[in-house]
C-alpha cells in the first residue's frame, strides 16, 4: 500500500517595521501640515498619510495602511516620520514627504493638489 504521510507546523515571522523621516528646513515646521505620498511602478502617486500643523492632533490615512502605519512630528528636530509595520509587497514604491501650500490650517488632507513643496523620495522595497 502506498502511502505518504505529511506532518509539520510552520510560523511566519510578520516583516519588521521600517521608519522614514522627512527632514525639513526653510519654513517653521511646526506651522505646516505635511503628507507622506507613494508612487509604485508604473502608477500613478497617491497620498498615504498626513498630520497637521502643530496645535492640532488630527491625521489622515488611506484605508490600505489604517493600523500599520503611524505619522508623527518632532518639531525640535524639523523632523516628521513615518512609521511602517506589516509592510505588505503593495506598499513597495516611492515615498514622498511634502509641505501643504498653507499654514495654520488646523487640519489635512493627503489629496496632492494641496502640497506645494516636494522632497526627493526615497525608495522602499517589500519582496513577498
Known amino acids: 500500500q502506498l502511502q505518504l504521510v505529511v506532518s509539520g507546523r510552520g510560523t511566519v515571522q510578520p516583516a519588521p517595521p521600517l521608519r522614514l523621516s522627512c527632514l525639513v528646513s526653510?519654513?517653521?515646521?511646526?506651522?505646516?501640515?505635511i503628507g507622506w505620498f507613494r508612487q509604485a511602478p508604473g502608477k500613478e502617486r497617491e497620498g498615504v498619510s498626513c498630520?497637521?500643523?502643530?496645535?492640532?492632533?488630527?491625521?489622515d490615512d488611506r484605508d490600505s495602511v489604517k493600523g500599520r502605519f503611524t505619522i508623527s512630528r518632532d518639531n525640535a528636530k524639523n523632523t516628521v516620520y513615518l512609521q511602517m509595520n506589516s509592510l505588505k509587497p503593495e506598499d513597495t514604491g516611492v515615498y514622498y514627504c511634502a509641505r501643504h501650500r498653507s499654514p495654520y490650517l488646523g487640519f489635512c488632507t493627503i489629496l496632492e493638489g494641496r502640497y506645494a513643496f516636494w522632497g526627493q523620495g526615497t525608495q522602499v522595497v517589500v519582496s513577498s
Open positions: 526653510g519654513f517653521t515646521l511646526d506651522a505646516y501640515a
Open positions: 498630520i497637521s500643523n502643530s496645535g492640532s492632533s488630527m491625521t
